[in-house]
């Protein structure tokens, strides 16, 4: 028996949910706090509909689609004294290897 590419249903991992409304969450994201419109969802992103129209990829995480952000996310970007800490860090390695 052959099959019509009409009886053919490719898979995909997203879900079309266009209903579904999402907030960034990611601190520092140019549109943290921004409700916007799902187009689909993956396993572990998300594609949204942005005010003009067009589509921007995102992964779950940044975003409220599962659950409100844990504090470790909200806590995982480094300060400036921890990123200070860190070049001073890197100097002192990098003066011991020159000796």
Do not use: N
Request: glycine residues 4%; hydrophobic residues 40%; positive net charge.
């Amino acid at each position: 028996m052959a099959c019509s590419v009409a009886d053919i249903q490719q898979h995909t991992t997203y879900s079309h949910d266009p209903a579904q409304r999402v907030t960034v969450t990611r601190r520092h994201h140019p549109l943290r706090g921004q409700a916007l419109d799902v187009v689909k969802r993956g396993r572990t992103q998300i594609v949204v509909r942005l005010g003009d129209g067009t589509s921007m990829r995102l992964p779950r995480a940044w975003t409220d689609v599962d659950e409100a952000p844990s504090q470790l996310i909200a806590e995982s970007i480094f300060t400036a004294d921890a990123l200070r800490a860190l070049i001073d860090l890197v100097d002192a390695l990098r003066a011991r290897d020159r000796h």
